[in-house]
């Protein structure tokens, strides 16, 4: 399959129009509201904006080298619309599954403590009425510290977390509320492991990165690591933030607490990424929901994307039904992406309600403009050296709504 891809053969030309965004990226800096930050901007799968600002860390001398285009970050719960998403789109697809099934058709002994009529649609969209999160981790350090020496950072805690979570009860409902939900989306990546029958960062490299040429983009598997079979070039990495129950200031290692003591890999966070890559992968995406070539359909994006038209319908979107549907729609989050709501303040930042996108804990988002085929990546280590550091929720939409009048 022929994929649609961003072009960098030719130098970058910083149209003066963007003045307004390098001020805003220096006085990001200057603010502290990150140590560093690259910006890449997208139109029609072009790049048409791209800077790197301030350095790795101001803490750690050893770590201060400058931010550049290729460093990679750890995306966190932006794994979730990048892997999880994307890879539900593509089992559709092939009749893998369908929106409608229920989970216990994919993992047995789910259904219990109220479970049993959650379907892949109430994870997809967050409204399974699972709790939004659960501290898996501290018991997988108890685990490995008593009778199961060595767990900790493995398969084997993988696979006690699956289990732990088919024994969860539910907090409200299946289908009555939107709640953010990392568990379900560890449920998610279960499925598709089960269904290829590979683990996760297979499946991923497999379906998504390798078709489409993302070369920067991997989860990093912490059993390999250990065993001295994967190296990380952590002098390419952002740091993240000073972990007090690992002790150490995380670099080349998931931040999140379970993804981190699953072994690195799973459906809710773990990814690692640069700018560029996300740049390729939400150009694609972008061509997908214009009918272009692209590893998922336009039918798809649009399903996922605007789900509240149903029955689904082309002709729907087409005619403007999906804006005159807006404000009745449980359109916080769609399937894995989120809409520019209050929360996120992206309607503030100039984006359209047809706007997708999703950001991560660690500092670290991607928003798109179908209207505009417009693409805006901003990768940011917020949280170096503490996750008390919340200046981008101010910062972002401000950010975005210069790039917006930049380009229109």
């Not at 990392?182 to 297979?202: F, S, T």
Request: proline fraction near 5%; charged fraction near 20%.
């Amino acid at each position: 399959m022929t994929v649609v891809q961003a072009s960098y053969s030719s130098p970058i030309s910083y149209a003066p129009a963007f003045a307004k965004v390098r001020e805003l990226l220096a006085a990001g800096i200057e603010e502290g509201v990150f140590p560093g930050a690259v910006l890449m901007v997208g139109k029609r799968g072009e790049i048409i904006f791209q800077e790197a600002v301030g350095v790795l860390s101001k803490e750690d001398p050893e770590v201060n080298n400058p931010m550049r285009l290729e460093t990679v970050f750890d995306i966190a719960s932006l794994t979730q619309p990048i892997v999880t998403s994307t890879l539900m789109m593509l089992l559709l697809e092939r009749g893998k599954l369908k929106l409608s099934d229920k989970v216990t058709r994919y993992v047995p002994g789910f259904g219990v403590h109220g479970k049993s009529d959650i379907t892949i649609k109430h994870l997809l969209e967050h409204t399974s009425g699972l709790v939004h999160w659960h501290p898996f981790y501290e018991e997988i350090v108890s685990l490995s510290a008593s009778s199961r020496m060595g767990i900790l950072a493995s398969s084997t805690a993988k696979d006690y977390v699956y289990q732990q979570v088919s024994r969860l009860g539910l907090k409200h409902k299946p289908g009555t509320m939107q709640v953010f939900s990392d568990v379900g989306y560890i449920i998610l990546g279960q499925i598709a492991e089960r269904l290829i029958g590979a683990p996760l960062n297979k499946i991923a490299y497999k379906m998504i990165f390798q078709p489409l040429g993302m070369n920067s983009t991997t989860y990093i598997d912490l059993p390999m690591l250990k065993r001295g079979a994967l190296e990380a070039q952590t002098d390419m990495v952002a740091p993240t933030e000073y972990c007090a129950w690992r002790k150490r200031t995380l670099i080349a290692e998931a931040h999140d607490d379970n993804a981190w003591a699953m072994g690195g890999i799973s459906g809710h966070g773990g990814l690692f990424t640069t700018a560029r890559d996300l740049h390729i992968f939400a150009s694609n995406m972008l061509a997908a929901s214009l009918g272009l070539d692209s590893i998922v359909s336009q039918k798809s994006i649009r399903e996922f994307w605007y789900p509240w038209v149903e029955p689904f319908a082309p002709k729907a979107v087409a005619d403007g039904q999906i804006r005159s549907n807006y404000s009745e729609a449980p359109h916080k989050w769609r399937f894995g992406w989120e809409g520019p709501n209050e929360d996120n303040r992206m309607l503030e930042g100039g984006m359209s309600p047809f706007a997708v996108g999703h950001s991560g804990f660690t500092g670290c988002s991607v928003w798109l403009e179908p209207e505009l085929g417009l693409d805006i990546i901003l990768m940011t280590n917020r949280i170096h050296p503490s996750r008390n550091n919340k200046k981008i929720l101010d910062y972002r939409p401000k950010i975005h709504e210069a790039v917006i009048a930049a380009v229109i």
